[in-house]
């Protein structure tokens, strides 16, 4: 049944109620005299609008991931911190992001897709309220430990809000946009910290949510979610806002509520109930996903890429990190366009192959760069910003979004909070191993931390090949039943 407001004007724009999360709405008469590219533009800006808006919360992401990279110098002078506990600074976003991601899940089913991300935006603008006036390492912590709690709320539901509001041909390349914004956020934090000190970039750091609040009031929450707690009107009306006023969305409501119906037949399920195989294989595949996109090293990285090229003599190592960020944003714009086309399993495979070979690659450079005269130390200096900048542009190919993706696309219904809850907390707790333990393996050995970073890459290239299933062009409803 497709959803038609029968007192719209015969003329004009109209402006819908603010929880609709249209901008217009076009009358009957006009909108048959549109062509089909305006017609096809009209009925999808709502979802673009939807998705720019959610994509808020990724940049804010990035904003605090990229942030302790800029800033290391300029705050152990400024405060006295020594490395380790400036690499505590770094690693406690990750701490406070897994008690968000074990949280993010039921407070999503109980509260809706639209209010969690108001609800994650709050600790966010407070956390970097604390870290722009900190004097001591206490209001730091606590200012970084409550941006990492909202960080990790945000990370689970952008995902899987976009995955739902998504029809099946766009899903991709819409989801995608979540892992674009979080490279967007990691440039500009690293680009704002060529020129402003670090307690302007913490004030700089509250915007993305600080326009987000507001945001939020304009777009649809998910209609999967309002099908699934009975809000049938609503539902109607938000996937009629999302797909387009004269598009007829009958078949998609019949096939969402005949999905919500079996799955509400059953609301919770027992923990032994878990070894059966539509439960189990999911969840695996989401949990590994997300845990070697982090165990492949790309936030330590990310976050010390200075000093890594400080260390393999790169002068402008600043400047050479924030060509790493926009690298990051270019390939990964690519990856989005890609990603309808080409598939999930393709791309994570040519993604992760090629970070093994790069990480190889740096390994051998810092290995080499000990045992050979001073006058080769410029060609491996060369071939190790090759292999970096070759290792970020595969993450952004593939391993960067794509789990993301997959994690929001295959978990069942009646798992999904638990699930992705599980899945959220592998990611941010493998970051945290990796951000914690990245400076000390670093100091221990550059070439042999490459190594190790390589031979997680190698498998995780192994455990797509016979684990990962190809969602491409299937509905969630159809992917969920795969695997019955």
């Known amino acids: 049944m497709s959803f038609r407001d029968d007192n719209t004007a015969d003329d004009g724009l109209r402006k ?57 110098s300029e705050i152990t002078s400024d405060l006295g911190l020594t490395i380790s506990e400036f690499s505590i600074f770094g690693s406690l976003a990750n701490v406070g992001a897994m008690v968000g991601a074990i949280a993010s899940g ?85 680009l704002l910290g060529l020129f402003v000190s670090w307690r ?5 750091g509250m915007l993305p949510c600080m326009v987000l609040i507001p945001g939020l009031f304009f777009i649809p929450e998910s209609p999967r979610w309002l099908a699934k707690n009975g809000l049938n009107e609503d539902f109607e009306t938000s996937l009629q806002v999302l797909r387009g006023f004269d598009t007829d969305i009958s078949s998609e409501v019949n096939e969402i509520k ?20 539509r439960y189990y294989y999911p969840l695996l595949v989401g949990i590994g996903l997300l845990a070697l996109q982090q165990l492949s090293g790309i936030n330590g ?27 990051q ?23 992760s192959s090629v970070m093994t070979a790069s990480s190889l690659l740096v390994a051998m450079s810092f290995f080499l760069k000990e045992f050979t005269p001073e ?4 060609f491996f200096a060369v071939s190790s910003l090759v292999g970096l900048v070759a290792l970020v542009m595969a993450f952004g190919v593939g391993l960067g979004s794509i789990p993301w993706i997959i994690m929001s696309e295959i978990l069942p219904v009646s798992i999904k909070s638990l699930g992705g809850s599980v899945a959220t907390l592998a990611n941010w707790f493998s970051a945290w191993i990796v951000t914690m333990t990245a400076n000390l393996l670093l100091t221990w ?15 995780t290239v192994v455990f797509v090949r016979f684990w990962v299933p190809e969602t491409k062009g299937k509905t969630l409803e159809e992917i969920q039943q795969s695997f019955r």
């Open 445 to 459: 050995s550059k070439g042999g931390t490459f190594a190790i970073y390589a031979l997680v890459s190698a498998f």
């Open 16 to 72: 819908p109620l603010l929880h609709t999360g249209s901008w217009y709405r076009m009358s009957s008469r006009q909108s048959s005299m549109m062509g089909s590219s305006a017609q096809i533009l009209r009925e999808s800006i709502s979802i673009y609008l939807c998705v720019l808006i959610v994509a808020l919360g990724p940049i804010q992401f990035g904003f605090t991931c990229g942030y302790s990279n800029p800033t290391q």
């Open 200 to 204: 302007v970039l913490a004030v700089i």
């Open 375 to 378: 006058n080769w130390h410029s």
């Open 106 to 190: 039921q407070i999503s089913e109980y509260i809706g897709r639209k209010g969690t991300l108001m609800i994650a935006s709050i600790p966010n603008i407070i956390g970097w309220l604390a870290v722009s006036f900190a004097t001591d390492i206490s209001f730091l912590y606590m200012g970084r430990l409550l941006e990492g709690f909202g960080v990790g709320i945000i990370s689970y539901v952008v995902p899987v809000y976009i995955a739902e509001i998504s029809p099946k041909n766009m899903r991709g390349v819409l989801g995608s946009i979540n892992q674009l914004s979080v490279t967007v956020g990691i440039m500009l934090v690293y």
């Open 258 to 277: 005949k999905s919500v119906r079996s799955s509400t037949k059953k609301v919770t399920i027992r923990f032994s109930e878990l070894k059966i195989r």
């Open 329 to 351: 944003v270019i390939v990964t714009g690519i990856s989005a366009s890609l990603v309808d086309k080409a598939g999930r399993r393709l791309l994570l495979i040519v993604s």
């Open 301 to 327: 990285v990310l976050f010390y890429s200075s000093n890594i090229f400080k260390s393999a003599g790169i002068s402008s190592s600043k400047a050479a990190t924030f060509g790493i960020g926009a690298i």
